[in-house]
């Protein structure tokens, strides 16, 4: 395996870690949801099966990627680190900015968070000219308050509106 191959399988091997977390915080939160008596398995029943079939095969996958990599690649990785999070700064950049949407919509709502949110990743990614910044403009404007009038007078449904 090359050096760089090694760090794409200590990346992957990490990822597998994590999501294996996740879903075994989700299989656990699964058995909490309610049970009506007319349900035989409950509620829970579905999502707990499908985040222990998920747990399995990243066990199995974890235990893979582990057999794979030699124990010194570990260390490659934490000094590739840097230069990896370098390559993938507008990665981050989208996490960042999707996390401040998620935050900020209960508190200024579905229309204005999703505008600005799509305004921001739209400029951020799109060439920086008139006709360009117009279109991210409109498709902001269509996504957030467009779907907002969509899902409220045709779909009865109220995405949030803030406090």
Known sequence: MT????????????????????????????????????????????PMLVHGVLILLLLSAIVGSIR???VDAYGRFVAQIGRWAHARRLV????????????????IGYPIATFAFLLVLQIT???????????AIAL??????GL???FAEVFNVFLPRGR
Not at 125 to 135: G, L, S
Not at 140 to 145: G, R, T, Y
């Open 3 to 46: 050096k760089g191959g090694e760090a794409g399988e200590v990346a992957r091997l990490l990822s597998y870690i994590a999501l294996l977390a996740v879903s075994a915080g989700l299989f656990l939160e699964a058995r909490t949801i309610p049970t009506s008596r007319f349900e035989v398995l409950g509620a829970g029943a579905f």
């Open 68 to 70: 794979m990599l030699p």
């Open 125 to 135: 990614f799109a060439p920086k000219t008139r006709k360009a910044i117009a279109i």
């Open 148 to 150: 907002n009038w969509l």
């Open 92 to 107: 981050f950049v989208v996490f960042g900015c999707l996390g401040v949407y998620l935050f900020t919509m209960p508190v």
């Open 140 to 145: 902001a404007l269509i996504f957030s308050f």
